[in-house]
């Protein structure tokens, strides 16, 4: 099996607070253990993705700033929980055993807040927050989904700009925007 697709730009993560972190953490490093080649990340939420290096962090930030700014008078994030479905199975190396996020009105207006700046997305968005990444078969991502159902709701405290360059394990959060 071939191992992670190389990625280029930067992706904009919504990030649990500091309790999930905490609890998702060690979730995602135990299933990571179960398969050789599946490497421990941190727990997010994929907002948008790609935004281009060639846009400054400090200008990329400025923008998030007036999207989450602009979101705010319709929707309250203070105590912003995003609801988790069960744990399944993806086809995707990326989207290996994942939980599907019910996308509600603030998450998709964070999105098209996105989509307005960056242009238009290449595919259909499908809010979820990964548990494994990797290339497994069909049965084995079954298995480790079954293992992964213990997490039903996160409270998002905040988007991190992540440079995606080289494998997960170099990925490396380059700015932050509180929600």
Known sequence: MGGAPELKDYSLWLV??????EALGPL????????????????HITL??????SLPVDQII????????????THPLGDWH????????????????LAPVRPVPALLALRA?????????????????????????????EEIAAVANARRKVK?????IVDLKGPPDQWKTVGRVKV
């Open 113 to 141: 807040g996105c989509e307005a700046e960056w242009g238009p997305s290449r595919k259909e968005y499908f809010p979820h927050l990964s548990l494994l990444y990797g290339d497994l078969p069909a049965s084995r991502r």
């Open 62 to 73: 400025s923008t998030l700033e007036t999207i989450v700014q602009s979101v705010r008078q």
């Open 28 to 43: 995602i490093q135990h299933l990571a253990s179960l398969e050789a080649g599946s490497p421990p990340f941190l727990p």
């Open 156 to 160: 998002i405290e905040e988007i991190v």
């Open 82 to 97: 995003l609801d988790l479905e069960a744990a399944q199975t993806g086809e995707q190396y990326f989207q290996s055993v």
């Open 16 to 21: 649990p607070g500091k309790s999930d972190t």
């Open 48 to 53: 948008w993705h790609p935004v281009p290096k």
